[in-house]
């Protein structure tokens, strides 16, 4: 059996969740799938996945071969698409991570035009709160909303201005102390999320002083999802702090009141990252040239929404 054709069973099992589901991404009989797998077990020596009849999970060799697998077929393929120079026409599987909300609202109808545009490409979007690890887990193409730290990532800046809002409901804020200042948050009931701060909130420093305002809390509620902690702050539970356009609809119909504004940090931009690696297929090239305009286009009208949500009322 071929080991590259082998390795590409192995990382569609790892990326399908399954056996079954590398099959049918592959078009792969379940024989053909199992032969493959132990081919690649027997060469190695070691088992690559351990399996149950509910679960399938990769073991400590596995994780490592996977990882592998991942880099060689990336090089491959790159080695493809430079010697087929420009006459390569974007094709094969892309895969894309997002922020959920951003995900939905902004990428999501840029990926179905984009698969109109290039009828040969087939696109995996994971739409998770948190940053990948672009190589490990075999995205091609990330979008982030966030300051970059320096990394051997390629990174195109797609937009800015993207607010942090401190918001509640207005019922809640009619029932508890005013919010006048960052520190009045120590006395408030908070709603956090891990990518807002899960136990502390940092706000710039006050005019004249060089030093951060971190407020400390214990959450009232934590949850991991921006449309939960919008809902519960909208209900009245609490305190919450997400990007302007996650809540400017709610801001918007009153349900929600931006509060501190004068204290909200430097908007935030966003990019798309890439590994250099797959700039080099034709497919994540095409990507990136389709989508960059578009997002600059789509984030430049969240953010002239974000400049018109309502000022903040009184808080109390």
Do not use: C
Not at 113 to 138: C, K, N, T
Not at 139 to 150: G, K, M, N
């Amino acid at each position: 059996m071929d080991r590259i054709e082998a390795m590409k069973v192995f990382v569609a099992a790892v990326d399908q969740g399954s056996l079954a589901g590398a099959g049918r991404a592959l078009k792969r009989s379940p024989a053909a799938v199992s032969r493959a797998i132990a081919f690649l077990e027997g060469h190695v020596g070691a088992p690559l996945l351990a399996r149950t009849t509910r679960a399938m999970r990769l073991t400590d060799a596995g994780e490592r071969y996977a990882e592998a697998s991942r880099r060689i077929l990336a090089e491959l393929e790159a080695a493809d698409s430079l010697a087929a120079g420009a006459q390569a026409a974007p094709q094969g599987i892309l895969t894309l991570s997002a922020p959920p909300v951003a995900g939905e609202t902004v990428l999501q109808p840029i990926v179905e035009a984009f698969l109109h545009a290039y009828p040969q490409v087939s696109l995996r979007l994971l739409l998770l709160d948190r940053h990948v690890a672009l190589v490990d887990e075999g995205v091609d193409v990330a979008l982030r909303i966030a300051e970059l730290p320096d990394s051997s990532l390629v990174a195109v800046k797609v937009g800015a201005e993207l607010r942090r809002v401190v918001v509640a409901s207005p019922a809640y804020l009619e029932a508890h102390p005013p919010i006048a200042r960052p520190a009045d948050l120590a006395g408030h009931r908070i709603i956090a999320m891990a990518n807002f701060g899960i136990d502390r909130w940092v706000f710039p420093p006050e005019p004249g002083s060089t030093a951060a305002r971190t407020v400390s809390f214990s959450p009232r509620l934590a949850v991991n999802t921006v449309s939960a902690a919008a809902a519960a702050a909208a209900a009245g539970l609490g305190v919450t702090r997400l990007y302007s356009f996650h809540v400017a609809d709610k801001v918007r119909d009153g349900a929600l009141r931006i509060v501190l504004a004068g204290d909200e940090p430097p908007p935030q931009p966003a990019h798309l990252v890439a590994q250099p690696a797959s700039l080099t297929t034709a497919r994540t090239r095409a990507f990136m040239d389709f989508a960059a305009p578009r997002l600059r286009a789509a984030f430049a009208r969240l953010a002239d929404e974000a400049l018109r949500l309502p000022a903040p009322g009184p808080a109390a």
